[in-house]
């Protein structure tokens, strides 16, 4: 799995979970931190954020990396996404980017989509526009995928791909779901081998269902669910729903090597 690219500045676990907390609080006015850290943030609120900071003379790093964004776009080589073209099977699949960050498609016709400068909130809208020269009126569902470490009291551990929009619940579903010895209490987000989240702000994200993107994830992240100490079984119970819910299935998800 390609490395997760370091930031300049890296905040510290009770950092994030204070930036997680005022992000997410009602009427809380979205800092321009947060919004560089969003998977899906949009062209138009990266560009609110560094003026934002450019005005106030925030942290010089931070600017750099949100017109960075603006000017090289999300992807890099090694990426994956998922497409959903209908009535075009051969278009529908998981694709990586190319070292040149483009998006080679399997179809004479296509050919290759260059990725560069383009946001994962603008891939949806630019692979749709970029088939319309090709396709006759083509319906399109295009998502980033996530690569993702899941550990520990999951059905299947491993590497994942996982939609920027989907919800943390659905990462777990991604590994089978959490086994009948998981402590959701224990649950933490990891990166670069520290815990950046975890405890109750966690639990209640996923109980929320927050996405992903909403809760600050990065390529590489890994999600570790522990193993709860016998007589724990009632402290599971509020995160029984996680497991039901593998009935109704999870799209867009697909095992990473």
Request: hydrophobic share 45%.
């Amino acid at each position: 799995m390609r490395p997760t690219p370091t930031s300049p500045r890296r905040p510290s676990a009770g950092a994030l979970v204070a930036l997680l907390l005022c992000a997410g609080s009602a009427g809380a006015q979205e800092l321009p931190d947060s919004v560089a850290a969003r998977l899906l943030a949009t062209r138009a609120d990266l560009e609110a954020a560094a003026q934002r900071l450019e005005r106030d003379g925030g942290p010089g790093a931070l600017l750099a990396r949100v017109r960075a964004r603006l000017a090289d776009g999300d992807f890099a080589p090694g990426d994956r996404v998922l497409l959903e073209v209908r009535d075009e099977p051969a278009l529908s699949d998981t694709f990586e980017v190319g070292p040149a960050r483009e998006l080679t498609l399997p179809s004479p016709t296509v050919g290759t989509l260059s990725l560069r400068g383009v946001l994962r909130s603008e891939f949806e809208p630019r692979v749709t526009e970029y088939l319309g020269q090709f396709l006759q009126r083509p319906v399109v569902r295009a998502r980033p995928l996530l690569r993702l470490s899941i550990q520990g009291e999951v059905v299947r551990a491993g590497f994942y791909g996982v939609p920027a929009d989907a919800v943390l619940a659905d990462a777990l579903m991604a590994a089978g779901g959490t086994t009948k010895d998981a402590d959701m209490r224990k649950m933490r987000i990891e990166r670069d081998g520290e815990a950046v989240w975890k405890g109750r702000p966690l639990q209640d994200a996923v109980a929320s269902g927050r996405t992903l993107d909403q809760a600050f994830l990065r390529d590489g992240d890994q999600i570790v669910i522990a193993k709860r100490k016998s007589g724990g079984f009632e402290g599971n119970l509020r995160f029984l729903w996680i497991v039901v819910s593998l009935a109704g299935g999870v799209y867009g998800l697909s095992r990473a090597f």
